[in-house]
């Protein structure tokens, strides 16, 4: 067991830019969630996916977000046309079953920097 | 829409010097609330989950405890490695994520 592990640590890109981050769960978690996180503030829900399906997405997923699971494995988010506002800590994390049994984990998180 | 406040927003502690982190929640029917700490640059690492008013739970020099509209974390005798960001997140009966409070970020100083 390696953890949830999020590719990059880091990102600096031009705004305009599109990027991509990974997540990579820990390996027999079937539920994954990306969060965000601003400076000072505590994580707000993006989006979950069970295995594959994409179940719920937040209003704050706006239409240049999109994310994905293929095959139910790691989960890529891609932002397109970046703004200075995306600039923050993108958090993945997986869990087992239901939450409330088994609890999140969280990787270390993609900072992005828009300048 | 569920919401979660903590305070105080920040807390300086001199080693040794007991205190307690609130967090308040207004959601609709609670299934649980989580406490999580996180160092600087990383995710953030569970603590506990408590499911019912009334319900206590301990981990080394940190107790958490929960009521009908509050979880309290107290901190005993703490060291400078207990310094961090405390985050408490509510779930819900109507939500399938957490939501998180803004943290309190705790400093235990020498």
């Known amino acids: 067991d390696t953890g949830v592990s999020q590719d990059p640590r880091h990102k600096i890109t031009k705004r305009g830019q599109n990027v991509t981050f990974r997540c990579d769960p820990i390996s027999e978690h079937n539920r994954l969630y990306w969060y965000r996180q601003t400076l000072g503030q505590g994580p707000e829900f993006l989006t979950y996916?069970?295995?594959?399906?994409?179940?719920?997405k937040s209003r704050l997923l706006s239409d240049r977000f999109s994310a994905e699971r293929p095959k139910g494995s790691f989960s890529t988010l891609e932002i397109q046309r970046t703004e200075q506002g995306d600039s923050a800590m993108y958090l993945c994390a997986s869990s087992l079953g239901a939450p409330l049994n088994y609890g999140y984990t969280f990787g270390s998180g993609t900072r992005l920097t828009v300048v | 829409e569920d919401q979660v406040t903590q305070s105080p927003e920040a807390l300086r502690l001199q080693e040794g010097e007991s205190s307690s982190l609130n967090c308040s929640y207004t959601?609709?029917?609670?299934?649980?609330l989580f406490w999580y700490r996180q160092d600087p640059g990383k995710g953030p690492e569970f603590l506990f989950t408590l499911y019912s008013a009334g319900e206590e739970k301990e981990k080394e020099r940190l107790k958490a405890t929960l009521t009908k509209k509050e979880s309290f974390l107290h901190i005993t005798a703490p060291k400078p490695e207990d310094s961090a960001t405390y985050l408490c997140?509510?779930?819900?009966?109507?939500?399938?994520?957490?939501?998180f409070g803004s943290g309190t970020q705790l400093t235990v100083l020498p």
């Open positions: 997140a509510a779930f819900s009966g109507s939500a399938r994520q957490l939501t």
């Open positions: 959601v609709s029917g609670l299934r649980g």
């Open positions: 996916f069970q295995n594959e399906a994409q179940l719920e």
